[in-house]
């Protein structure tokens, strides 16, 4: 079945070490992927995307993710994380040619001083 | 760039009451339109999705219906809302990139 998976449902780190989320999907074709940030009761902001291309797409914030077709991964990735930082993030992918619009179950991440 | 408007923020609502919740896309055209139910510490489950005026895909067979009767507004509807129906629902919209509303919290009672 078509899916994406996150399999990190919480995550805490301290304030100032590097983070990885990961995100795997398991579509037929390469998907366009996203990665979305929520604070709680907000609505999701998008933080980058992958349509094609340099597989090490920047985002805002701080945020990278890499694309690896071979392990149909797509894991968010910052070097120093801040307290600002803490919130629910999501990883999202849309089927080349289809229109659907699909999101992982979510990764929550703490912060500690 | 684009911007969605979704309201209202929240809302309270008796069983059996109908349900119409409204979103409006600016700064682009014929966006793709999509309606998200958020449960408690639960992932987004896609409710609907258009890609145009009067084109609405199910996802989820549910008490819900959704409208697109102008290129840019998607009504999210209920002509008799369940206990069940109560969650966060968030309306998002765009061409290449979906962009979120501030969500609607509806809690039924």
């Known amino acids: 079945a078509q899916s994406v998976t996150q399999p990190d449902i919480h995550i805490t780190v301290s304030e100032g070490a590097s983070l990885e989320l990961r995100c795997n999907y398991s579509?037929?074709?390469?998907?366009?992927l996203f990665w979305y940030v929520q604070s709680p009761g907000q609505g999701l902001q998008l933080l980058l995307k992958?349509?094609?291309?340099?597989?090490l797409v920047q985002g805002i914030k701080g945020f990278e993710a890499e694309f690896k077709r071979s392990q149909s991964s797509f894991n968010l990735r910052k070097p120093s994380v801040h307290w600002s930082d803490a919130a629910e993030y999501f990883c999202?992918?849309?089927?080349?040619?289809?229109?659907?619009?699909?999101f992982g179950t979510g990764t929550r991440l703490t912060v500690i001083p | 760039s684009q911007t969605i408007h979704q309201w209202p923020a929240t809302l309270v609502q008796p069983v059996g009451s109908p349900l119409s919740l409204e979103c409006t896309v600016e700064?682009?055209?014929?966006?793709?339109l999509y309606w998200y139910r958020q449960a408690a510490g639960r992932g987004l489950q896609l409710l609907f999705y258009?890609?145009?005026?009067?084109?609405i895909s199910s996802e989820v067979p549910q008490n819900l219906s959704a409208s697109r009767p102008q290129d840019r507004q998607f009504i999210l509807s209920s002509k008799k809302l369940l206990l069940s129906d109560s969650g966060f629902y968030l309306c998002?919209?765009?061409?290449?990139?979906?962009?979120f509303g501030q969500g609607t919290r509806l809690t039924v009672v």
């Open positions: 999202a992918v849309v089927i080349t040619g289809a229109n659907n619009l699909f």
């Open positions: 579509y037929g074709a390469t998907p366009y």
């Open positions: 992958y349509f094609s291309g340099d597989t």
């Open positions: 700064g682009t055209s014929n966006p793709n």
């Open positions: 258009s890609v145009g005026i009067g084109q």
């Open positions: 998002a919209g765009g061409r290449t990139e979906a962009f």
